[in-house]
Each structure stands twice: as C-alpha cells, then as structure tokens.
C-alpha cells in the first residue's frame, strides 16, 4: 500500500539531559565538603535526580550538568557536609 | 533479607539525570529506589499523570526501562495485557503499574479494581501527591481534609479516600503503604511485592514542593514528618495480616502542617480537629494489628 505518508513510531529512546541540561534551572550549587563527609550517602539515596555518585576519590560526586539544586542532600546530610552556595551568573 | 543503602547502591536504577520534574520531586525519588529493586526485568505502565510528563518530550526518555503510556482510567487493564502478552510469549516479565493519586484514586478506580478482583500478577504502585498536580493542583479524592489546593481555595471540606484499605478489601495478597521519607522501608517492601504472586498494590506519599507550598529542600523531611506524626501511618497487609512496619514517637501534628503552604491559616480549632482523626486513624490500625486477619 503505497499511501506516501511516512509512518513515525511515537517510541522515545533512553538518554540522558532528556529535558535538556537541567543544571541551568539551578539557583544554589551544593558543594561537598570532603573533610566533614562520612561517606554514608545519604545524599546519593535521597537525590530525586540521580545525579550524585562516587567520585575517583570515594566522595560523593555531583554532576552539576543536570543538578537541578533542591537542596535535599544539604538538607538529609547528617554530618551537614554539603552546602548551597549561590550559583554566580 | 532486608534491603541495605549498600545492596540498593550495587543495583542500576531505570532513571536517567536531566528529567522534566520538577527540583525536589518526590515521585522520581521513589522511582529511583523502586527501580532499583525491581530490576531491568520490567515493564512500566503509566497512565496520565505528572510520571507522563516526567519521561521528557519525544524523542528522549528519562526511562531506560520499557514503558507504556496509556490513558488515564485504563493503567490496571493495561498491566493485565502487558502480563498476559509477556507470558504468552513464555518470558516472566514484572509488570508494574507507575501512577498517580488521580489516576488510582478516580479515574483508575474502577480498572483498578477488576484486576485486583481477577487476581492479575501485577504491582499496582500509586504515587500519592494528593492532588491533581499535573493540570495545575486541583483537588483529587486523596487530597487531605482542609489542604487548600486550586479548587479547594478554602480548604477541603471532605475526607480523602482510605485507597490502601479498599485494595486490602479486593483480598489481594500485598499491601502496603509507603513514603519517600523512609526509602529503606520502600525498598523492602517493593523487595516483598516483587517476589509474591498476584495483585499487589503499594501506595507511596510522595511530596510535592511545588503543589504543597513547601520548601524544595524538605521534600524527604516532609514525608518523614507525615510518618512520625502519625498523619500517613506505614503498614502492609500480608494475606490479610496487618502489620504497622514503623512505630515512630510520635511528634505534634503542627510540625508536618507548618512545613506546607497548603495548610496556612488553619485555626486551633481545626488542627485539633485534624490531631483528632490522625489518632483515630492510628488506634484504629493498632486494634487491626492485633487481629488474625483484617480482610
């Protein structure tokens, strides 16, 4: 059947920054102080961006491409290693 | 066994950085953990709701696990053909249903219901934001008594829907509710429904920052608060047993009202009376505990 309307499948492919680089919504940076980090990650469980990973040096690494900076592992931090500093334009 | 941080850590999860939620988004936080638990052997379903939004436009997905966009009141029905297609096939695939409070609570009821009724094999999940939050915050049959939403400008005058204990009333095998302040105890649940046969159905109270009014940054402190107030007690129902699965001290009320907008300007009055029905609803769970069986 030769209709020439060209048939797109509406299936949407995994990848990453689906919305684009969310770290440009970001307000606050959150910034890891190695020396007060208990490495109980904490932070990594309760990111809801899945952005937070162990770095080469077995601290929590934050990919600040996507962190959209709510501040929930500032806030979660038992030891309060992490904290928001304001982006600078 | 119970799940630990270490055992969720080692697990890949099913959601991609850089998603359209919002920051503090308290339903990709219970994505994040439950995908972890039930493995890239499953399937989602996903009716409309703030998760549909969530995936990203096409053609990207924040997903990487397969998943199936349905209209709203159609999610259960779906999941049941998923299930069937797959065991056709001769593959044993989870079918889980990832939706919302309106898309369980409304529109979803009655779908919702006949699977449970049928005993399909699939986990039913609602993510509970009280409202429909997508569209802009309107009030849903799960939005709490006297929380202000868009339609409810001075307050809800009726009480939500009890959603966990009209499943338990189906006599499916699982039950349970669930909250993103206390992610061990979700993970071990979504541990248990993965491995029972049958209609399970978890609900989760998952925070919602920008429909709450609350801060971005409390979304965990939030729904940990709910728990240790007594407001959204944490049980399951196993094969008609109820257990309650964490027994908190239990704190004021008025530290869970006053993190949330929604319930500025409520009178002495009304948070007594608010104290009143939570504690209800809490004996009432223990004087369930103790019986042999619920349903």
New interface residues.
Partial sequence: MGLGVPIIV?????????????GL?RVERPVVNEDKCIK???C????????ISEGDNGFPKI?Y????????C???CPTKAIQ?VREEE | MTLTIHDLRKEPGSYLPGSAACPGCGATLAFRIASRVLGPNTVYVVPASCFSVIQSPFPKSAISAPLYNIAFPAAAATASGVYRAYKMLGKDVNVVVWAGDGGTVDIGIQALSGAAERGENILYVCYDNEAYMNTGIQRSGATPLLAWTKTTPSGKREMPKDMPMIVAAHRVPYVATASVGYPFDLANKFEKAKKIKGFKYIHIFSTCPPGWNSPVSKTAEVAKLAVDTYFWPLYEIENGKLRITVKPKKRPLREFLELQDRFRGLTEREIEELEKIVMEKWNFLLHLEKSERVF
């Fill in positions: 509406p299936v949407s492919k995994p990848s990453k920054g689906a919305a684009g680089k969310t919504w109980c990650w904490l990594w469980l309760y990111c809801p961006e899945d952005v990919d491409t996507f962190c959209k900076g709510c501040g929930v500032a806030d979660v928001m």
